[in-house]
Each structure stands twice: as C-alpha cells, then as structure tokens.
C-alpha cells in the first residue's frame, strides 16, 4: 500500500524492507580485493608460521648442553652451520652442536633455544666454528613455535566482513590467491531537467549545469559503487521512461533527481505509470528533499530524489545509504549518529523536521550562514561534513545547545 506524507523511519524501513541482500558472487584476486564484501569462511589451511623459527640472530642450539654454563665455566659449542631466512639446514643437532642463525630462519631439529648474538660473551674462535656460552637457556627460550601466529583449521575470516588491507595482508599470509566476494550493486543514476547541461559545454540562457549527476556518482563511487549508468535526461516522461526500463535489467537499483515535486514538469507522476511502476511512498516530512519518491519496477527500487542540489545529497545520504549497507552487505555504510554542541545559532523555525549542513569538529559543530541553507545551494556544503537533524517542532537554536549529527 502506497503511504504520502510519511516520517523519515517510516520511509527508511519500507526501503530495506524492499532490498535484498546481494547474492551473487565472485571470485577476486586478494589483491584486487580491497574494499570488497567476503562470500565465505576463511579457515587457515596450515599452520602459520610453517615450522619452528628464530625470533632473532644468534645460534639455535640444546638447552640441556648448557646446564651448568657459568662465566667461570663456559661451555664451548660447535657451529656446524648457518641458516638464513628463507633457507634450512637438513641436520639434526647433536650434542654440543649449534648453527648460526637469522631472524626467521627455521629452527633445526634437535635444537630447542636461540642465544642471541649479543649474549656470547665467551667469544668465538677465530673461524667462527666455536662459540663459547657463559649462561644457561630454557627449553624454547627465543623459541617461536610453528602455527605460533595461526593454528590450521582456525577460523580466520568471517563471511561477510569487509576486506581492508589486513585483512589482505592475512589472506596473503594464508597463501589465499582469491577470494570469493559478493558482486557490487549495480547502480543507475539518472539526472532529469530540460534546464541541464553538462560541463563542456557553452552556457546557454535558462541552462544550468549539473550537479546533480556527478555529485551522486562520485559519492557512490566513494562507497565503492561506480553507477554502470550515468545519464543527463529531459523532461520527457515517455524518454525517461524508457531509459529507465533499458537500465532495469543491468541494475540493482535506479536513482533519479528531479521532477517529483507538484509542478507541470514534475514528470514521475507520469513516469511510473507509463511504467506500471509500484509507488511505495512519496513526500517525507523532512527538508530538503520533502517530495523524494520510492518505487519498485521489476523488483528493482527505484529512489526518486528532488533537484534541488541539497536536497539531492541530503535524501541520498538518508534514504539511499540504508540500502546500499543493506544490499550490499556493507555494514560500513550505515551512517554514524553523534550528538555534538553548535558553534552558532540557528533562529529559523523548524515545523517539520530538518536536516542542516554542518562542520563537525571535536564534539563541537559550526552552520554556515543563515542564507545559505537552501535547498538549492551546494557551494556552502563545502567542507562540511554532517548533517544536523533538528526535529519538528524545535524552537530557535541558539550556540551551545546540544543537537544529533549524522557524519557524512
Ligand atoms: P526539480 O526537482 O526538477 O523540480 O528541480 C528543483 C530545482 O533543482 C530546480 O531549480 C532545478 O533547476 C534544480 N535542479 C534539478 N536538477 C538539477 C541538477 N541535476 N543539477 C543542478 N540543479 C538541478
Ligand atoms: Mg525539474
């Protein structure tokens, strides 16, 4: 059932009520997989490290040949042979035996501990071939057992976690070439307005140039999602209704700005029937952005944002965010709220709900001018980085109150 004129958690919940978590998958390279949403359980497949090693440079060697070394009685072992990382030695210590050895590098069978370098203070013979040792060890004294770091068969990666680089980096440790991640949402976005053009090309009288368009795209391509469609239209309902039924069968989801509000280009009201497209809902109590519609063709949603610039930005953050944390299994995206105390006054009246441009800077949030916060105006976001949301019915706010941001 179609639902006008509804609050923000309303309309929030009937779009992911709408979405389906993304199933399709694929395989990726780990390395090539940075930002991507993990499709299975990672288990270690062997232990980590591989073998018993050295934690730093001196002499793997047994710690029961030591017992009773003294500085009065040093013991002298036989270096036998040296072991680099990357390298091993196929000996097994016997008795009074050591080998060199480097950070890294396997421990031999036979010995238990590692002196470090540092700590033979007997000396050395002149060939290096005997180490005289003037203290005691434990039994795997600098000892760093194998799978010391990750034991095989440990569940190391849970499906749906986001892969950043340490993630990566235990992938690779893990020796894992691939990785099966969820598909990326597919997304089209579509800017509508007879009035638009695109930069590069001249300024005519009654145009503009978009912002619209490239503002949507590059936010979803931060959220890695570059839109597999991106295209300027008119306001021509049946033309927009057929670029959106060519778009269906490629997408996840369809987003649209302009022509949803009550004027005579306000094409959606045509657009969706022609379309035979399901209105859930449309106009939501919060400025900007009121008229944002919501529709589903063909199973795929279809988010109608207003022109207005901040409006644009601002419903997208509200009402499309949600559902690409959800579809896409981003946890990531859903939007942090915090509270934090204004810099400056806010006097005008809010009736309904409205979300205002802010600068969030250590608990404390400062609002551009007054006059600069419609809907309509882009350039005073810049450098913003949140939303205010200042409920219905708040009365004047002035410097010190407390208010709920959203970080964008
Ligand atoms: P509409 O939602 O189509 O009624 O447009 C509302 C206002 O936003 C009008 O002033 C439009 O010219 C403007 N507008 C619509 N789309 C865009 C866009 N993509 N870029 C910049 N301004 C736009
Ligand atoms: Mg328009």
Same mark, same amino acid.
């Given at each position: ?240 209704? +057929?670029? %959106? /039924?060519? #778009?269906?069968? &490629? ?10 509000? @009550? ?81 400056? +006054?806010? %006097? /005008?009246? #809010?009736?309904? &709900? ?10 404390? @949030? ?43």
């Amino acid at each position: 059932m179609e639902q006008i004129g509804i609050e923000l958690e309303q309309a929030v919940e009937i779009i992911l009520n709408t979405g389906n978590r993304m199933k399709r998958t694929q395989f990726v390279f780990t390395k090539e997989a940075n930002g991507r949403i993990l499709a299975e359980d990672i288990y270690a497949s062997f232990d980590n490290p591989p073998f018993h090693r050295s934690p730093l440079d001196g002499f793997a060697l047994r710690s029961k040949d030591l017992v009773g070394a003294s500085k009065e009685m040093p013991k002298p072992i036989q270096v036998i042979d040296t072991v680099y990382a990357g390298g091993f030695c196929s000996r097994t210590l016997n008795q009074g035996e050591a080998v060199r050895i480097m950070t890294g590098a396997p421990i031999p069978d036979g010995a238990d501990c590692v002196i470090r370098l540092e700590d033979i203070n007997g000396g050395f013979n002149e060939e290096n071939t005997l180490i005289l040792v003037d203290r005691e060890l434990e039994q795997y004294e600098n000892f760093c057992f194998k799978g010391e770091d990750v034991k095989k068969g440990t569940l190391l990666l849970k499906k749906g976690v986001k892969l950043t680089y340490i993630e990566q980096g235990i992938l690779s440790s893990l020796g894992v070439e691939q990785v099966k991640v969820y598909d990326k949402l597919r997304a089209a976005v579509f800017a509508t307005g007879d009035e638009l053009i695109e930069p590069g090309t001249e300024l005519k009288p009654g145009k503009i140039y978009d912002s619209n368009l490239l503002m949507l795209y590059a936010r979803l391509c931060e959220f890695g999602i570059t839109p597999v469609i991106a295209k300027h239209l008119s306001d021509e309902p049946e033309k927009v209704a +057929d670029a %959106i /039924k060519q #778009s269906c069968e &490629r997408v996840d989801l369809v987003i649209t700005t302009g022509g949803v509000s @009550v004027g005579d280009k306000d094409i959606f009201h045509e657009v969706l029937p022609i379309l035979k497209a399901e209105r859930l809902f449309w106009k939501v109590n919060l400025k900007p952005g009121t008229p944002a519609m919501f529709a589903i063709y063909e199973g795929v949603p279809m988010f109608h944002l207003s022109g207005n610039p901040f409006a644009a930005a601002t419903t997208f953050e509200l009402l499309v965010r949600p559902y690409l944390a959800k579809a896409g299994r981003d946890e990531s995206l859903y939007t942090v709220r915090k509270r934090a105390v204004l810099e400056d +006054d806010f %006097i /005008k009246i #809010s009736n309904g &709900r409205r979300f205002i441009r802010g600068k969030m800077e250590e608990g404390k @949030v400062s609002i551009p001018p007054a006059a600069k916060h419609s809907s309509g105006m882009l350039a005073s976001m810049a450098g913003c980085n949140c939303l205010i949301d200042i409920p219905t019915g708040s009365g004047e706010l002035y410097k010190g109150s407390e208010v709920e941001i959203l970080l964008l």
